[in-house]
């Protein structure tokens, strides 16, 4: 074994060369040998891969896929055995691959695009034309799809449109206040990042760009269970003391979720929020249609994109760990493993908000996985008018968060004028990383200046002051239900929920 207090160890290639056997099998990983003759067996993306570079230099096909600090948090440290040694890495740097990388990010050139100046970009909508053109098709196709029809997926922006503001007049806006307490932690506006799965399809740094532009602007990334670096790695990546909240899918081994949520807790994440609206992926066929990239593996789930008869969908193909036995009667465990606030990520009825105060959530997002679960579910806006008919009671009991279909400032001044502590912010945060940190900095700086446009026009000098009286909602009022039964058919099932 070698560590930084000992003198190291170097390897001939000759003798690297001779472990390539599935017992006794060695890799060479930016110039660090490890011994991988047991893990290969077990690794998420098949033993196959990693025999294909038995006893050779694995680096290119290592970083197209994973993450800096993947083998050392995975492997025991007497897996490490040393460095190439030094006169021999020349000629490591002239070996031939044997699978090119493919690109994280290709320019179409048949199309002649041309990636404008950041700058340039002045919405949220920007970014997404941007990604369209610049992202791989695979790329593009996982993070934009939703569910069957996207009937959902539509209505989420849709629904925000047809909510108008009463705007009042005469009031002196010259400064606004946007700050905003979420679950303990002060936010420099009311959203956040919502979590959203493999990062790195987007960018090199993926997550780390994310942490690193959400720590600049002063708000609060979710991470996902599913992100493309390690969950350590990506904490490091931010400012010292920023905060950081995970996204828990709940694993069907839970020895390995309560792993990830002792983890957590040791590097100071804040809160978890448990998607609950997944128990199995919906059908999303734009990512179907096209082949998923061979060997992309999740840093922290170990969840891995592969083919089969049905397509090549990532996000279904990368939920198979996924615990669909998930049930109320588990929110006490994931409190008690976690020791940290636990947040219901996925309730869509007034019904099931109500248990989530019974069963000790601290807080509730009001989702529909933004339109990639089940298609035709009702859009989050309208989930929130109908908690304040059939649960009042719950505001100021739990915090309220909503995310889906937010594009622009008014839709996040509607969301808090009907109750929500804040909204999340998905999708369009993978697009910026189309420009990497900066492109982080500037969607989120594009969005506080959108808010804070929209409240001084509102006559709103602070968040806190935004109230129901100030929205129309009655093009969508009919639409709010006020029981959990039909209001006019009689036939009942013959069971019960």
């Not at 002060?186 to 959203?191: L, R």
């Not at 804040?270 to 999740?298: H, L, Q, W």
């Not at 219901?344 to 339109?371: F, P, R, T």
């Not at 109750?419 to 993978?430: F, N, S």
Request: charge should be negative.
């Amino acid at each position: 074994m070698t560590s930084t207090s000992e003198t190291p160890t170097y390897l001939h290639l000759d003798d690297i060369r001779k472990h390539s056997a599935e017992d006794d099998c060695w890799i060479i990983v930016h110039s660090k040998v490890y011994d991988v003759s047991t893990f290969h067996k077990e690794h998420p993306g098949g033993s196959s891969i990693i025999m294909r570079y038995a006893g050779r230099d694995a680096t290119a096909s290592y970083d197209e896929i994973h993450a800096p600090g993947i083998l050392e948090d995975t492997l025991p440290p007497d897996r490490f055995l040393g460095f190439v040694h030094e006169a021999e890495l020349t000629s490591l740097d002239k070996e031939t691959s044997i699978e090119k990388p493919k690109a994280v990010i290709e320019i179409p050139s048949s199309t002649g695009y041309s990636k404008p100046d950041l700058h340039r970009l002045i919405s949220v909508r920007d970014f997404e034309d941007v990604a369209r053109n610049l992202f791989t098709a695979k790329a593009f196709a996982f993070y934009s799809s939703a569910a069957t029809d996207l009937v959902t997926h539509a209505m989420n922006s849709d629904f925000y449109r047809r909510i108008l503001i009463r705007p009042r007049v005469l009031r002196n806006v010259k400064t606004v206040n946007i700050r905003r307490t979420i679950m303990g932690c002060d936010s420099s506006a009311p959203f956040f990042v919502s979590p959203a799965a493999m990062a790195k399809l987007a960018h090199p740094e993926g997550e780390l760009a994310l942490a690193r532009g959400c720590g600049a602007e002063d708000i609060i990334q979710i991470i996902s269970s599913n992100a493309s670096y390690p969950l350590g790695s990506i904490v490091k990546a931010g400012l010292q003391g920023q905060h950081f909240f995970l996204q828990l899918y709940v694993n069907t081994d839970r020895e390995k979720s309560a792993q990830l949520l002792r983890k957590a807790k040791e590097l100071g994440i804040r809160a978890i929020f448990v998607t609950v609206d997944a128990p199995i992926p919906g059908k999303r066929e734009a990512d179907e249609r096209i082949a998923a990239e061979n060997d992309v593996v999740s840093a922290i789930s170990g969840a891995r994109a592969e083919n089969d008869k049905k397509g090549g969908g990532m996000g279904r193909l990368m939920a198979k760990y996924v615990d669909s036995t998930l049930c109320w009667d588990d929110i006490q465990w994931i409190k008690e493993t976690s020791g940290l606030p636990v947040v219901l990520k996925g309730v869509q009825s007034a019904m099931d908000a109500k248990l989530a105060l019974e069963y000790g959530a601290e807080g509730i997002l009001l989702s529909n996985h933004g339109g990639r679960s089940l298609d035709t579910a009702q859009p989050s806006i309208l989930t929130l008018l109908e908690l304040h008919k059939i649960a009042p009671e719950i505001f100021g009991k739990l915090e309220i968060y909503v995310d889906g279909g937010i594009t622009r400032g008014t839709d996040i001044v509607k969301a808090l004028a009907l109750g929500a502590t804040a909204v999340g912010v998905g999708r369009p945060y993978l697009y910026s990383l189309a420009y990497g940190t900066e492109g982080v900095e500037h969607l989120t700086s594009i969005l506080k200046d959108e808010l804070e446009t929209s409240l001084k026009l509102c006559g709103v000098t602070d968040i806190d002051q935004l109230h129901p009286g100030m929205l129309n909602t009655g093009n969508i009022d009919a639409m709010v239900l006020g029981n959990e039964h039909h209001p006019y058919i009689q036939w009942k099932p013959k069971c019960l929920l």
